[in-house]
């Protein structure tokens, strides 16, 4: 599975992005797709986590109620919608499959990656 993530920039404290993943290679809705980031001298870090179906999602609790993770299982496309940013969301954001049946928070589980994209939160 091929992974590239788009849709980083700068904005100011309280504004909004929109990440998105696109997928190619193998059938995407066989993946459970998860959302990390990694800030400068950090260990990359859960974000959200969306079922095969998109039945389902996990949030990071740092990001509960501000962030919305979403699927597309026709356009192989998996999305990150950031609200209420905060300069502690600056970071680079990765989009990742997972093959696995149980959900996991864990990074290292994870299959496939993308290659990042920049998100820096001004205050």
């Known amino acids: 599975v091929q992974l590239q993530a788009s849709g980083g920039g700068l904005v100011q404290a309280g504004g909004s992005l929109r990440l998105s993943c696109a997928t190619s290679?193998?059938?995407?809705?066989?993946?459970?797709m998860g959302w990390f980031r990694q800030a400068p001298g950090k260990e990359r870090e859960f974000v959200a986590l969306i079922s095969r179906t998109g039945g389902s999602t996990l949030y990071a609790d740092s990001v509960k109620g501000r962030f919305t993770i979403s699927r597309d299982n026709a356009k192989n496309t998996v999305s990150l919608q950031m609200n209420s940013l905060k300069p502690e969301d600056t970071a680079v954001y990765y989009c990742a499959a997972y093959r696995g049946l149980v959900p996991t928070t864990q990074h290292r589980q994870y299959d496939y990656w993308g290659q990042g994209t920049l998100v820096t939160v001004s205050s």
């Open positions: 290679g193998r059938t995407f809705s066989d993946y459970i």
